[in-house]
């Protein structure tokens, strides 16, 4: 019995000790943590569209925090400065991921600020980068004979579009989830000491870069 006791306080210094390592020093360390000045809160579409991100299983094959260059290309890939803590402010849950499958949407909505692009990648990846594994959501769009009055037609390359002639139209849950990727946009300068210079703005590459 006196060894059963002795495993179990065992057991409970050790998670006290975790506790307090992994969560209430950093919290403790990040509770004074405010938001860049550059940064603004999100929208309530952003916030609908952040939800269909989580929805849709976006996190697992998207990271959200690029690499310092000392650990990394990630900054030469386009990605941008390694994040502060204030980077993510208005993030809950934070979005960080665990896995690149695909390219880090840290800074996409600098990168491709463009609606029609974000949409049309959405609809077929493949129609903007070529051997892209990505899988399309033709779910989140409508099939028309004709656009009606506030449909957001997507205009897709000639050789992806409907054979039939009927235009592709977004349903909402695509254009909230397009507004919150083009609000992804961590290009405003921090304060002195901190990292990186800002991402330049190139709207339209592809591959890595997208």
């Known amino acids: ?26 919290y403790m360390q990040l509770s004074d943590v405010q938001p860049p000045e550059g940064l603004k809160p999100y929208t309530e579409q952003q916030l609908r569209g952040r939800q269909v991100y989580i929805e849709m299983g976006c996190v697992y094959c998207h990271s959200q925090q690029p690499r310092s ?6 900054f030469q890939r386009g990605w941008g400065r390694a994040p502060v803590a204030g980077d993510y402010y208005y993030d809950h849950p934070h979005l960080l991921g665990t896995m690149r499958t695909g390219p880090d949407l840290f800074n996409i909505g600098a990168r491709q600020p463009s609606v029609d692009w974000n ?11 070529p051997g892209s594994n990505m899988p399309s959501f033709p779910f989140m769009f409508r099939l028309k004979d004709k656009a009606e009055p506030g449909d957001k037609v997507v ?13 592709v139209v977004a349903t ?9 990727l083009i609000g992804l946009d961590h290009t405003y300068p921090i304060k002195p000491g901190a990292l990186l210079p800002e991402l330049p703005r190139q709207a339209g590459e592809e591959g ?3």
């Open 155 to 167: 205009n897709l390359p000639p050789s992806f579009a409907p054979a039939d002639g009927k235009v």
């Open 1 to 26: 019995m006196e060894s059963e006791y002795k495993l179990l306080s065992g057991a409970m210094v050790t998670l006290a000790l975790a506790t307090a390592t992994l969560v209430v020093l950093p």
């Open 172 to 180: 909402p849950e695509a254009l909230d989830l397009v507004a919150y």
């Open 208 to 210: 890595a870069k997208q």
């Open 119 to 129: 949409l049309g990648h959405l609809y077929q990846p493949r129609a903007y980068t």
């Open 69 to 74: 260059q000392s650990q990394a290309p990630d």
